[in-house]
């Protein structure tokens, strides 16, 4: 069936056609693709083309589609129950594991979506500060809920209103809670920190910025973010729902040297199942009911499939880690953006950090925040994503977005990529 043909379909049963925002294509223009399978790092579509896949459900993928490893443990699990609202051993094998990867980490509670964990994060901070306020930064996602979607990426980005709440039914009850300054702007936090201070529940980051495309932190930002945050006895929370488990195998928050109160993960331990956590030292978590006084539930939390699936992942990752090649590919990529974009006099250049880059619709590199990534040209950014799919390639469809090179990633796959990018640059140039 073609593609036009099941989009026209699907927006008469489903609102716009998608069952999440960012994979509409409004930023690009056109009909959004249908996917029918995907194996390793590529995709086949409904209408029978094959793709490479560099969007790898927002960064989940990250050992690549249906992995014979994954495969196996979801159907071994799946036939002994799906689920139980009663505790399994599987959730404690899977919990152990994450703490063990982090000296931040005593505990951690399972739940089904980044947009949860973070929805978690916050209400702990609140009740352990006994504090109202959360300060977030411009461009950083956070999920769904009410208060994080004040001025927030992604796809509250890409659907272009602009900063403060670009989405209604948030009441300005809940939304005047949230404070927002600019990422990578310590002098901002020092001054919402002087006027707030003693009303900071948290401030709420993603350490390596995804969702307004790769955003790194200048040195000392985070470092930074946490000594005025704890100074006024305000807690830090480290969103790494993209973050953790993508450069290495752990936190970004031990690479990068700091020490977040709470920190969430999702997408990568999740293993390509609804499974994200929240985690921080016992003395926080245990905040949590029912040994404390924060409430937080899910009928489905600790689900045997998705622990089955995250334990397979995270497993691999540890036996065989695949960053460093990851990493390499990604440069690659990146590299080659960068060469025939300058060779064509194309003003498009890709920022990267490890794994995840960005092609930016602008030369004006280092992007540090979310103002500087929106000088780019939309329309330009348009354009070279089309080129990249009429050639076979799947980059997000939209610039404030990353794009993930899994473990899947093959150098046949990423030569293929490579040479689709020259071929859309002398397009554009044309
Ligand atoms: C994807 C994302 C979320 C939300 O996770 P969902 O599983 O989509 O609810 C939260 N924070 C960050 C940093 C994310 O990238």
């Known amino acids: 069936m073609t593609h036009d043909a099941l989009f026209k379909r699907a927006c008469s049963v489903i609102p716009g056609g998608v069952n999440s925002p960012v994979r509409a294509f409004n930023a690009v223009g056109g009909t959004p693709v249908f996917v029918a399978s995907g194996k390793g790092a590529k995709i086949t579509l409904a209408d029978g083309r094959t793709l490479i896949d560099c969007c790898c459900s927002w960064g989940a993928m990250i050992l690549g589609h249906a992995s014979e490893l994954v495969?196996?443990?979801?159907?071994?699990?799946?036939?002994?129950?799906?689920?139980?609202?009663?505790?399994?051993?599987?959730?404690?094998?899977?919990?152990?594991?994450?703490?063990?990867?982090?000296?931040?980490?005593?505990?951690?509670?399972?739940?089904?979506?980044?947009?949860?964990?973070?929805?978690?994060?916050?209400?702990?901070?609140?009740?352990?500060?006994?504090?109202?306020?959360?300060?977030?930064?411009?461009?950083?996602?956070?999920?769904?809920?009410?208060?994080?979607?004040?001025?927030?990426?992604?796809?509250?980005?890409?659907?272009?209103?602009?900063?403060?709440?670009?989405?209604?039914?948030?009441?300005?009850?809940?939304?005047?809670?949230?404070?927002?300054?600019?990422?990578?702007?310590?002098?901002?936090?020092?001054?919402?920190?002087?006027?707030?201070?003693?009303?900071?529940?948290?401030?709420?980051?993603?350490?390596?910025?995804?969702?307004?495309?790769?955003?790194?932190?200048?040195?000392?930002?985070?470092?930074?973010?946490?000594?005025?945050?704890?100074?006024?006895?305000?807690?830090?929370?480290?969103?790494?729902?993209?973050?953790?488990?993508?450069?290495?195998?752990?936190?970004?928050?031990?690479?990068?040297?700091?020490?977040?109160?709470?920190?969430?993960?999702?997408?990568?331990?999740?293993?390509?199942?609804?499974?994200?956590?929240?985690?921080?030292?016992?003395?926080?978590?245990?905040?949590?009911?029912?040994?404390?006084?924060?409430?937080?539930?899910?009928?489905?939390?600790?689900?045997?499939?998705?622990?089955?699936?995250?334990?397979a992942v995270l497993d691999e990752l540890k036996a065989r880690p695949p960053y460093a090649a990851m990493a390499t590919k990604a440069a690659q990529v990146t590299e080659t953006i960068n060469r025939a974009a300058e060779r064509y006099h194309v003003p498009l250049r890709a920022q990267r950090y490890e794994t995840v880059f960005t092609p930016f619709a602008t030369t004006a590199l280092p992007i540090r925040n979310l103002q500087e990534a929106q000088q780019s040209d939309a329309a330009l950014y348009a354009k070279f994503f089309h080129g990249m799919l009429d050639r076979g390639v799947y980059f997000e469809p939209s610039q404030f977005e990353v794009n993930f090179i899994s473990a899947a990633h093959s150098d046949a796959d990423v030569a293929q990529i490579c040479a689709a990018v020259e071929e859309t640059m002398a397009a554009l140039a044309r």
């Open 71 to 311: 495969t196996e443990a979801v159907t071994k699990a799946a036939s002994r129950g799906t689920t139980f609202g009663i505790a399994t051993p599987g959730e404690i094998d899977l919990a152990e594991r994450l703490v063990a990867a982090s000296p931040l980490l005593e505990a951690v509670r399972l739940v089904n979506s980044g947009t949860e964990a973070v929805m978690t994060a916050v209400r702990l901070a609140r009740g352990v500060t006994g504090r109202d306020l959360i300060l977030k930064c411009e461009g950083c996602y956070h999920g769904h809920s009410d208060g994080l979607l004040v001025s927030a990426g992604s796809g509250v980005l890409t659907a272009g209103d602009g900063a403060e709440v670009a989405c209604a039914g948030i009441p300005q009850m809940i939304a005047k809670d949230t404070l927002v300054i600019p990422y990578n702007d310590l002098a901002a936090a020092e001054r919402a920190f002087a006027v707030y201070g003693d009303r900071i529940a948290a401030v709420i980051i993603e350490p390596v910025a995804g969702n307004m495309g790769c955003v790194p932190p200048v040195e000392g930002y985070l470092k930074g973010l946490e000594t005025v945050a704890h100074r006024a006895g305000a807690l830090l929370i480290c969103d790494e729902v993209i973050n953790a488990f993508r450069f290495h195998y752990g936190l970004y928050s031990d690479l990068a040297g700091i020490q977040p109160d709470i920190v969430t993960m999702g997408k990568v331990i999740g293993g390509g199942f609804p499974l994200a956590a929240v985690g921080a030292k016992a003395e926080i978590m245990n905040a949590l009911a029912p040994c404390g006084k924060v409430y937080q539930a899910g009928t489905l939390s600790g689900n045997p499939v998705a622990v089955a699936a995250a334990i």
